[in-house]
């Protein structure tokens, strides 16, 4: 049976990973006393015990929490930003193509892609890899989540009954353009343009909706909307989570697939101005749940195992 260890277990993302492991009957998790959790010896010695390690810690937390890997049988999904763009790790989205989801299934170091950053990615990735849009298209992404995804601070912030009620509105944020996923949302689609990104949190727990608008004519390969449809169903079709919705919507609700691994993608507009959305929730594929996936290729099971 595969050992597992949760690094950062009380964090946001480390609890939604402990419950989603903790009952399963085909792993077995490695869990420390409360008095040895943050332990630099006891925390050594469980990774070096483990097939598995989860890193639900800050960067530099995460950074270090590496060195101490002396097993070079015990593979690590990094859930920090510290490595998503590092040489040597392997980024954690496999619906990219059948060489990513091998690459992660071969992995020993895998970086867990962010939230925002899935959102993007999963809509722009494929328009580049397939020469519809150029590396330099200059994009602008726009990407709305509910408060978890602001950790157990933000979380106690939003639930507090005295809190300031400009908590009651939407609040844009990053507003220096400088957000920490854009370098991975650059790398992994090899754009050479820096994207404008504008992440907007807001009052509801979880889900996420990342919005890309398209303008047609800096296509290099013109499409409809209804042929930029069959584009993203033909792309992912050998995908258990990404799907594209065929309705036509006047509303797109951000947490509609709250709890759940899957991401939809829906687009709109109309065949000038074109308008690409991915919505997922940002505690599920946009974290905890794209890690699980993740454990699941690299320890030859089921990619959907306890993920439905």
Not at 67 to 90: C, F, P, Q, Y
Request: glycine share 8%; with cysteine.
């Amino acid at each position: 049976m595969k050992k597992v260890f949760i690094d950062g277990k009380e964090g946001t993302t480390g609890l939604q990973i402990y419950d989603r492991l903790e009952s399963r009957s085909d792993l077995s998790l490695i869990l420390l006393p409360e008095a040895y959790r943050k332990d630099t010896n006891a925390r050594k010695q469980a990774m070096n015990e483990a097939d598995i390690v989860f890193l639900c810690l800050p960067d530099a937390a995460a950074v270090e929490a590496v060195k101490l890997v002396e097993n070079e049988n015990t593979r690590i999904i990094d859930a920090s930003t510290a490595h998503r763009t590092a040489d040597g790790w392997v980024y954690g989205f496999p619906e990219l193509s059948r060489l990513q989801r091998e690459n992660i299934q071969n992995a020993k170091r895998v970086a867990n892609p962010g939230c925002h950053a899935s959102g993007f990615i999963s809509l722009v990735y494929p328009l580049i890899k397939e020469g519809i849009l150029p590396a330099d298209y200059p994009f602008v992404c726009h990407s709305v989540t509910g408060y978890s995804g602001g950790g157990k601070k933000m979380i106690a912030q939003y639930e507090s009954k005295d809190r300031d009620g400009s908590l009651d509105s939407p609040r844009q944020y990053g507003l220096t353009l400088s957000h920490k996923h854009i370098p991975e949302m650059m790398k992994v689609c090899a754009l050479t343009r820096k994207p404008i990104f504008n992440p907007i949190v807001s009052d509801y727990y979880c889900g996420m909706v990342g919005t890309v608008p398209v303008f047609a004519d800096f296509m290099k390969k013109r499409m409809t909307v209804q042929e930029l449809k069959a584009f993203y169903r033909e792309y992912y079709a050998e995908s258990k989570f990404i799907s594209v919705l065929e309705e036509e919507l006047s509303f797109l609700p951000a947490n509609t697939l709250s709890g759940s691994n899957r991401m939809e993608l829906y687009i709109g507009g109309n065949d000038g101005e074109i308008l690409l959305c991915s919505r997922f929730d940002n505690l599920g594929k946009g974290a905890s749940g794209a890690a699980v996936q993740n454990m699941n290729l690299m320890l030859g099971l089921a990619e959907d195992a306890y993920l439905n």
